[in-house]
């Protein structure tokens, strides 16, 4: 994988990736902080189906993520 950033929703499954930066307000910086998704965290993509929310592994829990809002993660 290069090292350019790109949206979590493009992250193929069984890939690792660390957030970079996530794009969104307020609200939505502090409920994905609850979950432990940060920047600087890594993130290794369990199920990622068109149209479906993606899954992934996050500091040994794994999360569902809406699509809308795993397209606001970047990660490299």
Same mark, same amino acid.
């Given at each position: 994988?290069?090292? /350019?950033r +790109?949206?979590?929703?493009e992250?193929p499954? =069984?890939?690792? $990736?660390? @957030? /970079?930066i +996530? ?6 910086? =502090?409920?994905l $902080?609850? @979950?432990?998704?940060?920047p ?22 794994q ?14």
């Amino acid at each position: 994988m290069n090292k /350019e950033r +790109i949206p979590l929703t493009e992250l193929p499954a =069984g890939k690792q $990736a660390q @957030v /970079e930066i +996530i794009q969104g307000g307020n609200n939505l910086i =502090g409920r994905l $902080a609850g @979950v432990g998704i940060t920047p600087g965290v890594e993130v290794t993509m369990v199920q990622n189906f068109r149209k479906r929310p993606v899954i992934v592994n996050v500091r040994y829990t794994q999360i569902a993520l809406g699509r809308s809002v795993a397209s606001k993660i970047y990660v490299k």
